[in-house]
């Protein structure tokens, strides 16, 4: 199922060090260190402004860090050689303007463009293209429009559409945003499959800690620093979480200054405690 | 003048044996006489770069940009034609690429958004016109004011080789870069991350609007050029099933409304602009509610089963 060449398994594909990125003026992200291996599933947590979409937006070369650096394969996210190589899934990738009609199969096929592929004509795209709807699962909707499938099906669309550039790495910013409950599972087994299947590393970012809890292997948990970064099984709860942020533990529900609480879906809210940090 | 001669040469055998075919008593003359030819001829270049263009003006929000340069190059023709100019279009077309690259450079860096960007050049520039041609004008004023509304006799064979040259490029450069154009409206991060040179071809697509608005102020004037920019494209976005449906469909009913607009207005003597203008407005509504009509039938008829 493999589609064009399959990455060796316990490569080091992405490797952070001593990464600092300033926002506007903050420092979001500071002094963190960070290597994943070919083939790994990730999931980082953390609350609203601890740096997740930070990192992937750092990672992927559209952010720069303050200090520190990034080294994808060995390179820097923005040379030649990574072209193509990290595919991204953005946050809100299922918000396509309702006016725009544009079919599941344009949409993906707008993922296999490359600097190199500018003003080439380009063959087997359409081969390739239809393949990546095969394993994502649209064959019904490739001539479907995009503003006409649910929100579940549009973030498989948008998977395929960050796969079609042969991507090894798929940085994915909160997938779940806009997904039912029961395409959430289903689009994880995809995920897990293209893990184990095709061998691609998957770098997740969510505020869903239930649904990615059962699939990744390996959690880690950012706000401002890397707090946990280990195997799925043994992330704390969350009030050792708050120990681990270095915060009073509160209780759901308790009192009014409480800055975590966990809902019926089991997605963490964390209230930014930013005054705290500063004091 | 090459080019224009070559297009006037091929085309207009074919225009003089469709003539008779050709319904009315005053719009056949536009398939005889070169001197009616050439305006004929531009209109449907015109017409199939701008829905080309306009399909893909609508995904990216920038409806009004049409409208905003051709305010702009309304100014830039009243001063080139106050200095005595020959040629006004390719001076208009130097002042909008900068108008265009400005405006780009406004929105990217969100200093403001576009359509705030877009409307102090078109009032700033429409004001500097109107002031220099009152000013010092004299003479020129009533060939200024033609520009405003459009008038087909302004097309003559200097502006009609920038035309068709301008409607050639934009055209060829649209096909080459469709997929490029269409993910950075999309999703202009992801085509950066693709490694695509999403500066340089913002700069380039700036460069193509200005050149398909300056090359149809003649004929639909300054007023009225969003009508052939926005309408057909809106109209094609109401009845496709996918993107590449909906540039060839644009492109189509900006022919039609052309063909029909210049038909009426020689048949009841109005202008060009105004009579495309109103054409394309009726098409879009005529679309809308049949399309709604239909709509709601089709759902009453399910709802029956």
């Known amino acids: 199922m493999g589609i064009d060449f399959v990455p060796v398994c316990g490569e080091e594909i992405l490797s952070v060090s001593k990464l600092s990125v300033n926002r506007s003026g903050n420092e979001v992200i500071s002094d963190i260190n960070l290597t994943i291996t070919c083939g790994e599933f990730i999931g980082i947590v953390g609350p609203n402004g601890g740096g997740k979409s930070t990192l992937i937006l750092t990672i992927l070369g559209v952010l720069k860090p303050r200090t520190g650096n990034i080294k994808i394969y060995d390179h820097a996210p923005t040379s030649n050689l990574t072209l193509g190589k990290v595919g991204w899934v953005p946050q809100a990738a299922t918000n396509i303007p309702q006016n725009l009609q544009i079919t599941v199969k344009e949409f993906i096929q707008l993922g296999t463009l490359t600097r190199k592929s500018l003003f080439q004509l380009r063959k087997n795209v359409r081969e390739k293209v239809l393949k990546i709807i095969e394993t994502i699962g649209l064959e019904e909707y490739t001539n479907t429009r995009m503003a006409n499938l649910s929100g579940g099906q549009r973030q498989r669309a948008a998977i395929g559409k960050a796969l079609a550039s042969n991507a090894d790495l798929l940085l994915m910013d909160e997938p779940m945003v806009g997904v039912d409950r029961e395409s959430r599972n289903s689009i994880m087994r995809l995920l897990d499959d293209l893990c184990h299947e095709q061998n691609k590393t998957i770098v997740m970012v969510s505020h869903d800690l239930a649904s990615i809890k059962r699939t990744v292997h390996r959690m880690v948990y950012l706000e401002q620093k890397i707090r946990y970064d280990g195997p799925t099984n043994t992330f704390p709860d969350l009030s050792d979480l708050a120990e681990l942020r270095g915060i009073e533990a509160t209780h759901p529900g308790k009192g009014s200054n409480q800055n975590s609480k966990v809902d019926s879906d089991g997605i963490i809210t964390i209230i930014i405690p930013n005054k705290l940090e500063g004091e | ?305």
């Open chain 2, 1 to 305: 003048m090459v080019v224009g001669d070559l297009v006037i040469e091929i085309l207009g055998p074919f225009l003089e044996f469709l003539e008779p075919l050709i319904p009315g008593e005053w719009f056949p003359l536009y398939f005889v006489k070169p001197y009616f030819q050439r305006p004929l001829i531009a209109a449907i270049f015109v017409s199939m770069v701008a829905g080309f263009l306009g399909s893909f003006l609508l995904i990216r929000n920038l409806a009004l940009i049409g409208d905003g340069l051709a305010h702009v190059s309304f100014g830039a023709i009243a001063i080139g034609l106050i200095v005595g100019m020959i040629d006004p279009l390719y001076w208009a077309f130097a002042i909008c690429v900068v108008a265009a690259i400005l405006i780009d450079y406004l929105q990217t860096k969100q200093l403001l958004s576009g359509d705030t960007a877009i409307a102090i050049f078109l009032t700033g520039m429409l004001g500097l016109g109107v002031i220099a041609t009152r000013i010092w004008g004299g003479g020129t004023l009533s060939s200024v004011e033609g520009y405003l509304w459009g008038n087909l006799n302004l097309i003559d064979s200097d502006s009609f080789e920038f035309i068709i040259i301008a409607c050639l490029a934009s055209y060829i450069s649209l096909v080459v870069l469709y997929q490029s154009l269409l993910l950075i409206s999309i999703d202009p991060i992801a085509a950066r991350i693709q490694g695509l040179p999403v500066r340089f071809i913002s700069l380039y697509w700036s460069i193509l609007t200005a050149a398909v608005v300056v090359s149809m102020v003649q004929f639909v004037g300054v007023l009225l050029v969003t009508a052939l920019i926005v309408t057909p494209a809106a109209i094609a976005q109401l009845l496709s099933r996918s993107f590449l449906m909906c540039v060839i469909l644009s492109q189509i009913l900006g022919v039609i409304t052309v063909l029909l607009g210049l038909y009426y207005s020689a048949e009841l003597s109005t202008d060009s602009g105004a009579m495309i203008a109103l054409v394309s407005a009726t098409m879009f509504v005529i679309v809308a509610v049949s399309k709604s009509i239909f709509t709601r039938f089709k759902a009453s008829d399910n709802n029956s089963n």
